[in-house]
């Protein structure tokens, strides 16, 4: 109301008033105060703010676009190809932060040609050849087990160009968890970063369970089948793009669901009786699959209403049937080669006199995905080289009374996903082998590699049960290692981490972590979800030193923010009564002003009167 009642004295021109006509000085202050509330409002800028990763690429692209360096062709090409590899590499990375075992890292070297000029701000020479560039080169490793590896990599080429560096990436676990130094360790990240965590832990369960609610309401209230990836750590879109995407295709499929049911049309039973699914996890573009599943794009030009609309359900409706007839038929071929093959299994499981002789899966994050086999071809492959095996079974027989004699196996595992070697030992002690080896060279694999298998075995119980007790003992919800981590360093460093927090828990127990989940890799992070990855080599001893520290520090803070909440809540009630009475005084000021016109006016008319 008040800066209302300041704006329409400002607008009149009639009126001589002005806030420095005012008596009373409170008034005066209080609106001059207003008056500069008010101009602060429209401040839409802060220099102690950090300025945003997109904001200084936009600048950075301007210093070496192709499009301004027409006369340097060479300059220009490069700058070209280098420009549209730091773009997709920063679309890559703000889409997938954190490292991700299913990708393998990609380094790029890029070089960039920059103005010399552009770099000083001064003004560009007019001779074509007094012009100089200078030549940046960068490094960037997309999926880098190191979250801060993008951001770091560019803040060294900003600085060279002379842009700010402090800048922020806009993604949350980047901007907000602070990383470990070189030399820093485990009780620096967790001491750095222990209520980011809680939060981000609390935050994802409420997020998870919002999507969980509204996936089922709309599957209850459309009878639709939709799946969406409600989990944060495995989704690649955030909890708002998720809940925004599914509040967009209750509308759209509602609306389309009763024009479909409303036509009565050829296939129309499909989306009437729920037959016709639909799926949201994908980023690519519109399609739809015989399987009757509709995958519905989140960045298409197409819009999902669009799209639905133009949905031909007799066509889908007889390819479904096309589908169904040959799925039958891959069917029974992989029912009859899946129980032919067990039925091998078991035979050379009692021939070797292993523990279990089986079809296992691969989970190596490094092996080529355009080499990976399905379920059926994964079959086909273990019945052929099983099939093999029982073609020399008199041979394995012989084997087993001589050089096998004294050979006790453990669990050997056919994996038709093992393409980089012929065989591997995992953590947990299988022998896994890839079913194209011949039979001389599986006879020197199980020669070779039954104690290494049966060590690892050993030590895998031996260690389970170590983790079992620390993740209890410590209240976590749970303990794990990184897939990838296994595949790529020794598994003693698993089991040494795994000693570590074991001989330690009855005192880690008391630093509060519980509810905490703790993977074991070669890097520190902090996943979507609050998952707390932590390098093997951490210092025990340290941990229990600073966090125990921690906790004391912690309660003392408690306390000091308390004393400032009621601190404040005091100043607010005295500003309350402050305006209040400042409110009263500058309606005093008011009345006394309407009485001095009135006043005035009545002598007006007194004098007019006269005259």
């Given at each position: 109301m008040i800066r209302g009642l300041y704006k329409s004295f400002s607008k009149s021109s009639s009126s001589s008033l002005s806030i420095c006509s005012f008596t009373n000085e409170k008034s005066k202050s209080f609106l001059n105060a207003v008056v500069s509330q008010t101009s602060r409002n429209y401040c839409t800028t802060n220099?102690?703010?950090?300025?945003?990763?997109?904001?200084?690429?936009?600048?950075?692209?301007?210093?070496?676009?192709p499009d301004t360096l027409t006369q340097y062709p060479n300059e220009k090409h490069i700058n070209s190809n280098s420009m549209k590899a730091l773009m997709s590499i920063v679309d890559e990375y703000k889409k997938r932060p954190t490292p991700d075992s299913q990708y393998k890292r990609n380094v790029q070297k890029l070089t960039f040609y920059v103005p010399e000029d552009k770099i000083s701000g001064e003004e560009a020479p007019k001779s074509i050849g007094d012009r100089k560039f200078k030549i940046i080169e960068s490094?960037?490793?997309?999926?880098?087990?190191?979250?801060?590896?993008?951001p770091n990599q560019i803040r060294l080429l900003f600085e060279q160009c002379k842009l700010p560096t402090n800048f922020l990436t806009e993604i949350d676990n980047v901007d907000?968890?602070?990383?470990?130094?070189?030399?820093?360790?485990?009780?620096?990240?967790?001491?750095?970063?222990?209520?980011?965590?809680?939060?981000?832990?609390?935050?994802?369960?409420?997020?998870?369970?919002?999507?969980?609610?509204?996936?089922?309401?709309?599957?209850?209230?459309?009878?639709?089948?939709?799946?969406?990836?409600?989990?944060?750590?495995?989704?690649?879109?955030?909890?708002?793009?998720?809940?925004?995407?599914?509040?967009?295709?209750?509308?759209?499929?509602?609306?389309?669901?009763?024009?479909?049911?409303?036509?009565?049309?050829?296939?129309?039973?499909?989306?009437?009786?729920?037959?016709?699914?639909?799926?949201?996890?994908?980023?690519?573009?519109?399609?739809?699959?015989?399987?009757l599943c509709c995958y519905l794009d989140r960045s298409s030009p197409e819009t999902w209403d669009e799209y639905l609309n133009k949905l031909n359900l007799s066509l889908i409706k007889a390819e479904n049937l096309e589908f169904r007839k040959s799925e039958e038929a891959k069917f029974k071929i992989m029912k009859k080669e899946s129980e032919e093959a067990r039925s091998n299994f078991s035979i050379l499981e009692r021939l070797l006199k292993c523990r279990s002789f089986q079809l296992a899966e691969h989970d190596d994050p490094s092996e080529d995905p355009n080499l990976y086999?399905?379920?059926?071809?994964?079959?086909?492959?273990?019945?052929?080289?099983?099939?093999?095996?029982?073609?020399?079974?008199?041979?394995?027989e012989n084997l087993m009374k001589t050089r096998f004699k004294k050979i006790k196996f453990g669990?050997?595992?056919?994996?038709?996903?093992?393409?980089?070697?012929?065989?591997?030992?995992?953590?947990?002690?299988?022998?896994?082998?890839?079913?194209?080896?011949?039979?001389?060279?599986?006879?020197?694999i199980l020669e070779s590699q039954h104690k290494i298998a049966a060590e690892k075995d050993l030590l895998s119980h031996k260690y389970e049960s170590i983790r079992d007790y620390a993740q209890v003992r410590m209240g976590l919800k749970t303990l794990n290692v990184l897939s990838v981590f296994t595949y790529t360093h020794d598994h003693q460093k698993v089991f040494d981490a795994y000693q570590k927090l074991y001989d330690a828990a009855d005192r880690l127990r008391d630093l509060d972590l519980s509810g905490f989940s703790i993977i074991i890799a070669d890097h520190y992070n902090i996943t979507?979800?609050?998952?707390?990855?932590?390098?093997?080599?951490?210092?025990?001893?340290?941990?229990?030193?600073?966090?125990?520290?921690?906790?004391?520090?912690?309660?003392?803070?408690?306390?000091?923010?308390?004393?400032?909440?009621?601190?404040?809540?005091?100043?607010?009630?005295?500003?309350?009564?402050?305006?209040?009475?400042?409110?009263?005084d500058i309606k005093i000021d008011l009345t006394n002003i309407s009485n001095v016109l009135e006043q005035y006016e009545n002598q007006n008319k007194s004098n007019n009167k006269t005259l």
């Amino acid at each position: 109301m008040i800066r209302g009642l300041y704006k329409s004295f400002s607008k009149s021109s009639s009126s001589s008033l002005s806030i420095c006509s005012f008596t009373n000085e409170k008034s005066k202050s209080f609106l001059n105060a207003v008056v500069s509330q008010t101009s602060r409002n429209y401040c839409t800028t802060n220099g102690e703010e950090k300025p945003k990763l997109r904001h200084v690429l936009k600048k950075f692209y301007l210093m070496i676009h192709p499009d301004t360096l027409t006369q340097y062709p060479n300059e220009k090409h490069i700058n070209s190809n280098s420009m549209k590899a730091l773009m997709s590499i920063v679309d890559e990375y703000k889409k997938r932060p954190t490292p991700d075992s299913q990708y393998k890292r990609n380094v790029q070297k890029l070089t960039f040609y920059v103005p010399e000029d552009k770099i000083s701000g001064e003004e560009a020479p007019k001779s074509i050849g007094d012009r100089k560039f200078k030549i940046i080169e960068s490094e960037f490793c997309q999926n880098s087990n190191n979250p801060n590896h993008i951001p770091n990599q560019i803040r060294l080429l900003f600085e060279q160009c002379k842009l700010p560096t402090n800048f922020l990436t806009e993604i949350d676990n980047v901007d907000n968890v602070i990383q470990p130094t070189i030399d820093g360790s485990l009780q620096n990240f967790i001491l750095d970063n222990k209520y980011y965590i809680k939060k981000k832990l609390q935050i994802s369960e409420k997020h998870k369970s919002e999507l969980d609610a509204l996936v089922r309401k709309i599957k209850r209230d459309l009878r639709v089948a939709v799946t969406i990836e409600t989990n944060p750590v495995d989704s690649s879109f955030t909890f708002q793009e998720n809940y925004h995407a599914l509040l967009h295709f209750q509308n759209v499929v509602k609306q389309w669901k009763e024009k479909v049911i409303n036509d009565a049309k050829d296939g129309s039973e499909l989306v009437s009786n729920g037959q016709f699914k639909f799926n949201l996890n994908y980023n690519d573009i519109n399609f739809t699959v015989p399987e009757l599943c509709c995958y519905l794009d989140r960045s298409s030009p197409e819009t999902w209403d669009e799209y639905l609309n133009k949905l031909n359900l007799s066509l889908i409706k007889a390819e479904n049937l096309e589908f169904r007839k040959s799925e039958e038929a891959k069917f029974k071929i992989m029912k009859k080669e899946s129980e032919e093959a067990r039925s091998n299994f078991s035979i050379l499981e009692r021939l070797l006199k292993c523990r279990s002789f089986q079809l296992a899966e691969h989970d190596d994050p490094s092996e080529d995905p355009n080499l990976y086999l399905d379920t059926s071809q994964q079959i086909t492959q273990s019945l052929a080289f099983t099939s093999m095996l029982m073609k020399n079974k008199s041979k394995l027989e012989n084997l087993m009374k001589t050089r096998f004699k004294k050979i006790k196996f453990g669990n050997i595992a056919i994996v038709a996903n093992l393409h980089k070697s012929k065989f591997w030992v995992d953590i947990d002690g299988n022998l896994k082998i890839n079913p194209n080896v011949t039979f001389d060279e599986f006879c020197d694999i199980l020669e070779s590699q039954h104690k290494i298998a049966a060590e690892k075995d050993l030590l895998s119980h031996k260690y389970e049960s170590i983790r079992d007790y620390a993740q209890v003992r410590m209240g976590l919800k749970t303990l794990n290692v990184l897939s990838v981590f296994t595949y790529t360093h020794d598994h003693q460093k698993v089991f040494d981490a795994y000693q570590k927090l074991y001989d330690a828990a009855d005192r880690l127990r008391d630093l509060d972590l519980s509810g905490f989940s703790i993977i074991i890799a070669d890097h520190y992070n902090i996943t979507k979800s609050g998952n707390l990855i932590i390098k093997y080599d951490f210092n025990t001893e340290d941990l229990i030193k600073q966090l125990s520290a921690a906790t004391k520090d912690d309660e003392t803070i408690n306390v000091v923010n308390e004393n400032n909440e009621i601190k404040q809540k005091q100043q607010q009630q005295q500003q309350q009564q402050q305006q209040q009475q400042q409110d009263d005084d500058i309606k005093i000021d008011l009345t006394n002003i309407s009485n001095v016109l009135e006043q005035y006016e009545n002598q007006n008319k007194s004098n007019n009167k006269t005259l």
